[in-house]
């Protein structure tokens, strides 16, 4: 159950993109298409974002999106605005019904 | 709308016991399966436990196995975690979750429970 790799820190001016990553192993990222993302602003509740890699839950912006390739699922924000800037985590089903989370990013806009 | 509310965190002292609870509505309680996830005080998030929705089936981080128990009670739409043998690492905000397709899609605000003598 070692928690998935994010990179510490992220961050874009408004209107462009910045991509997220996360990195697994072929036994949770790489084996399941069960990778979702989380958004949490500061003493916020966790809120989802992207699930089953690259769905959005209604009501969440088509900025957001989200893929994967083999152990590696990533998160692009598009068009960045201030209000996304935030913490983000990954998320992935490991088998045995267990789940592993990312580390987290912050997210900066500049 | 999904709406989760825990309670039961609190301060306990290192080899303490605490029993948290969430109460769920806005969705069907009884078919949905569930999860506890921690946060440590300026930390990451961690998946803590899963329960499947008749409660029969359940699973847990390697760091409480053993220590704590996930249960439901699908009458009264309540999910429970029983705390046993508490550590200092332990200190947390105790968030439930409702799953969907494998995600976490409903979210409680959180529950903190503080570990210390």
């Known amino acids: 159950q070692s928690a998935l790799t994010q990179p510490p820190s992220a961050s874009g001016s408004p209107g462009q993109s910045v991509t997220i990553s996360c990195t697994g192993t072929?036994?949770?990222?790489?084996?399941?298409?069960?990778v979702s993302w989380y958004q949490q602003h500061p003493g916020k509740a966790p809120k989802l974002m992207i699930y089953?890699?690259?769905k959005r839950p209604s009501g969440v912006p088509d900025r957001f999106s989200g893929s994967k390739s083999g152990n590696t699922a990533s998160l692009t924000v598009s068009g960045l605005q201030a209000e996304d800037e935030a913490d983000y985590y990954c998320?992935?089903?490991?088998?045995?019904?267990?789940?592993?989370f990312g580390g987290g990013t912050k997210l900066t806009v500049l | 709308e999904v709406q989760l509310v825990e309670s039961g965190g609190g301060l306990v002292q290192p080899g303490g016991s605490l029993r948290l609870s969430c109460v769920a509505s806005?969705?069907?309680?009884?078919?949905?399966?569930m999860h506890w996830v921690r946060q440590a005080p300026g930390k990451g998030l961690v998946w803590v436990s899963h329960?499947?929705?008749?409660?029969?089936?359940?699973s847990y981080a390697d760091s409480v196995k053993g220590r704590f128990t996930i249960s439901r009670d699908n009458a009264k739409n309540t999910l429970y975690l029983q705390m046993n043998s508490l550590r200092a690492e332990d200190t947390a905000v105790y968030y439930c979750?409702?799953?969907?397709?494998?995600?976490?899609?409903?979210w409680g605000q959180g529950t903190l429970v503080t570990v210390s003598s």
């Open positions: 979750s409702s799953d969907g397709a494998y995600a976490l899609h409903g």
């Open positions: 072929s036994s949770d990222v790489g084996g399941y298409n069960s």
């Open positions: 329960i499947k929705s008749d409660g029969r089936d359940t």
């Open positions: 998320n992935s089903y490991a088998a045995s019904n267990s789940w592993v």
């Open positions: 089953e890699v690259s």
């Open positions: 806005g969705f069907t309680f009884s078919t949905s399966w």
